[in-house]
Nanobody, 124 residues
Framework: QVQLVESGGGLVQTGDSLRLSCAASGGTFSRYAMAWFRQAPGKEREFVAG???????YYADSVKGRFTISRDNAKNTVYVQMNSLKTEDTDVYFC??????????????????WGQGTQVTVSS
């Protein structure tokens, strides 16, 4: 079983930066597609960014140019660097892993493993 643990969330101000980390254990990390989603209370989980087993990288339009996803297979960790944060980026951020075919999807049901989430709050 794959376990994912997020860290790095917190309270920041508009325009600040944060880097979220997601450490994976179990399985073969380098073969997984990894993604970040976010969710506000009462809303659907929203795709933020994804990085496939190869070099495929995808971003939601709302974060393009501000967020950067990366992975370190030696550390079994995926990151998302979030710059120029806005109040609308306030959400719980979840890390997700897909072990089948290593391809990124933007729909949450394609991912079989999830972290517990980390809160990001951006104040004005």
């Amino acid at each position: 079983q794959v376990q994912l643990v997020e860290s790095g969330g917190g309270l920041v101000q508009t325009g600040d930066s944060l880097r979220l980390s997601c450490a994976a254990s179990g399985g073969t990390f380098s073969r997984y597609a990894m993604a970040w989603f976010r969710q506000a209370p009462g809303k659907e989980r929203e795709f933020v960014a994804g990085l496939g087993r190869t070099v495929n990288i995808y971003y939601a339009d709302s974060v393009k140019g501000r967020f950067t996803i990366s992975r370190d297979n030696a550390k079994n960790t995926v990151y998302v660097q979030m710059n120029s944060l806005k109040t609308e980026d306030t959400d719980v951020y979840f890390c997700a892993a897909r072990s089948v075919n290593g391809i990124v999807y933007s729909v949450s049901r394609r991912y079989g493993y999830w972290g517990q989430g980390t809160q990001v709050t951006v104040s004005s």
